[in-house]
Each structure stands twice: as structure tokens, then as C-alpha cells.
């Protein structure tokens, strides 16, 4: 059954990847956008918002890979969250593994989810798991611990979306199954009930991320409690990442036959 307000969302990280390459991309990956009528946002590098704006004639939203959490200050080589805004940017992904790994803790990544929403961004916040926290049987925890510790209590489910991305999943080539995906997506919703209460954790979105592609896109979107995909290398190219928009456009379709539009 769709979930009121929990349309399937696609967003592509371009991490630091090669500029000139990605801008070429946009046009396809924005008329799939559109064609299918999937919500979609482009993150790219900084420096490459405001081209990316240029060029995506409105058929995406883009977002930002990370953030300040203060407003402004001698913070050299930082961006806040309303320069973000200003540049056009209406997300930004906060806490990814790859920047948890240089040392941002769950605080900070409250600090900065907090801040963001208080400019107007929706924030992305990312959990997950280890190898071996995973072989250790202690996922459920460490994913609850993020949830609790890194989600800002002021916000609301749709300035917030929740990525849960195993970081063994992250540009393996491996996934969690859909039994464990959907677990873990239950765990998060659980776990949200503390920072949120529980009528905002039962509407936020919460979407998977970790070696998404054209192939288990069908799949992924199909999981119960899977409002999304965070997608990494296969939203680097119009070809590997216009399959994944067009899964989600078929979910929608497929939902909406069977009369369970999102609304
Ligand atoms: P991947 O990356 O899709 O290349 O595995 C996902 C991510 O890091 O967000």
C-alpha cells in the first residue's frame, strides 16, 4: 500500500567525479526525469551547482554533498547551507560514510542536518552499517544508535529523508537482500520515533543506497519500506542512471493501476 506523501525518490551522487564528462549527462538524465515524471536530484560537486541549474531547465532538483553546520564565520574551505540555497540547491547529503571515514560524528551530523533544514534545504542523512559490524550481528544497533543520534528533532518528515547505505554495499557490486533491506528500513523508521515522534516516522522517506543500477532497481523500489534509491556510480552516466528513473516511473504506474497513488 503507498504511503501518503512517500513518492519514490531517485538521487544521484556525483561525488568528486570529472565535471566536463557529468554536465554532457544532464540532458538525458533530465528528459527521463521528466518522461516519467520521477522526482530526481542531481548532487554534484560544488563548484557545479549553479552550471548544473543552467542546464537542467527546472526537470531536476539538485542537492549538495555536504554542508556547514553554521551560518557563516572563518571557516576556510566550508559552504553553509544558505549558500547552498542562494545557488539554487533545494538538498544536500549529510553524514555519508565517505565523510563520517574523515571523522564527522553522528553530533555533527545533526548539527549540520539541523542547520540545513533551518535554511530550507531538505536534508539526506546517511546511515549504515560496516562489514563487520554486520558480521558481528549488530547492525540493528549501530543503525538505531546513527538514527537517534545524527536526526535533528526539529524536522519535519519533508524537510528530512533518511539513506540507508551498507557501507560493504558502497561500490561492491553487492547488496543486502530485499528481506534485509526491508528489516533494516523498519529498524530506521523505529528508531525515528525517538528524535521525531511517531506520526513524523511514519511519513518520513527513507531510501536505499549501495551498488544501485539499472539491473535491481525493479527489485529495490519494490521492497517494502523503500521510498527511493541513492545512487553513486550508476547516476554518472544518462545511460545507467535513465534505467533506475525509469524503474521508478514503472513502480508509479504500476501503483497507480492498481489505484494506490502516492499523493
Ligand atoms: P554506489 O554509491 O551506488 O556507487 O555504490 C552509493 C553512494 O555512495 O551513495
Known amino acids: 500500500m503507498a504511503i501518503k506523501g512517500r513518492n519514490k525518490i531517485i538521487i544521484g551522487n556525483w561525488k568528486m567525479c570529472r565535471s566536463a564528462d557529468r554536465l554532457a549527462e544532464l540532458n538525458a538524465i533530465g528528459a527521463a526525469a521528466q518522461e516519467y515524471a520521477v522526482e530526481t536530484v542531481i548532487c554534484p560537486p560544488f563548484p557545479l551547482i549553479p552550471m548544473v541549474r543552467l542546464l537542467d531547465r527546472q526537470r531536476l532538483e539538485i542537492g549538495a554533498q555536504d554542508c556547514h553546520h553554521l551560518v557563516e564565520g572563518a571557516h576556510t574551505g566550508s559552504v553553509s547551507p544558505a549558500m547552498l540555497r542562494e545557488l539554487g540547491a533545494s538538498h544536500v547529503i549529510l553524514g555519508h560514510s565517505e565523510r563520517r571515514a574523515c571523522g564527522e560524528t553522528d553530533a555533527l551530523v545533526c548539527a549540520k542536518a539541523a542547520a540545513a533544514v533551518r535554511a530550507g534545504l531538505i ?132 501503483l497507480e493501476m492498481n489505484g494506490q497513488r502516492a499523493a
Open 123 to 254: 536534508a539526506i542523512v546517511c546511515v549504515g552499517e560496516t562489514a563487520d559490524e554486520r558480521a558481528a550481528g549488530v547492525t540493528a544497533s549501530v543503525i538505531a544508535d546513527q538514527v537517534e543520534r545524527s536526526v535533528p528533532a526539529s524536522a519535519r518528515p519533508d524537510e528530512l529523508l533518511i539513506a540507508y547505505e551498507p557501507l560493504w554495499a558502497i561500490g561492491s557490486g553487492a547488496t543486502p537482500t530485499a528481506a534485509e533491506i526491508a528489516d533494516i528500513h523498519s529498524e530506521i523508521r523505529a528508531a525515528l520515533r525517538g528524535p521525531l515522534g511517531s506520526r513524523h516516522a511514519a511519513t518520513t522517506r527513507i531510501i536505499y543506497g549501495g551498488s544501485v543500477t539499472g539491473a535491481n532497481a525493479d527489485w529495490l523500489l519494490a521492497t517494502p519500506d523503500v521510498d527511493g534509491m541513492l545512487v553513486g556510480s550508476a547516476s554518472l552516466t544518462a545511460a545507467a542512471f535513465v534505467p533506475i528513473i525509469a524503474a521508478a516511473g514503472r513502480f508509479a504506474a504500476s
